[in-house]
């Protein structure tokens, strides 16, 4: 099994900056996409950003060039570095990420997810 913990979220004031961190752990032999979703309330889950082990990074158009999505392959830990918050970046945020574990079975596995709310 692949267990993901995210940290890092929390409240701010629109403007300002919070940095997520997601940690793999377990029978991991490779991971492939790591990616950070978001749900708010009443709203369904969207993928925020990804990033390929290669380096090769997506992100949801309202978040350009105010997010940053970078990884640490030999920690197995992503991060998303969150800038110019605003009150509508507000929800619950959750890491994902997919590869093959020892085995080589492939796995895709989900944070628990971390509370990001940014006040006006």
């Known amino acids: 099994q692949v267990q993901l913990v995210e940290s890092g979220g929390g409240l701010v004031q629109a403007g300002g900056s919070l940095r997520l961190s997601c940690a793999a752990s377990?029978?991991?032999?490779?991971?492939?996409?790591m990616g950070w979703y978001r749900q708010a309330p009443g709203k369904q889950r969207e993928l925020v950003a990804d990033?390929?082990?290669?380096?090769?990074?997506s992100y949801l158009d309202s978040v350009k060039g105010r997010f940053t999505i970078s990884r640490d392959n030999a920690k197995n830990t992503v991060y998303l570095q969150m800038n110019s918050l605003k009150p509508e970046d507000t929800a619950l945020y959750y890491c994902?990420?997919?590869?093959?574990?020892?085995?080589?079975?492939?796995?895709?596995?989900w944070g628990q997810g971390t509370q990001v709310t940014v006040s006006s």
């Open positions: 994902k990420a997919a590869g093959r574990e020892v085995l080589r079975f492939p796995f895709e596995s």
């Open positions: 377990g029978s991991i032999f490779s991971i492939n996409a």
């Open positions: 990033i390929t082990s290669g380096g090769n990074t």
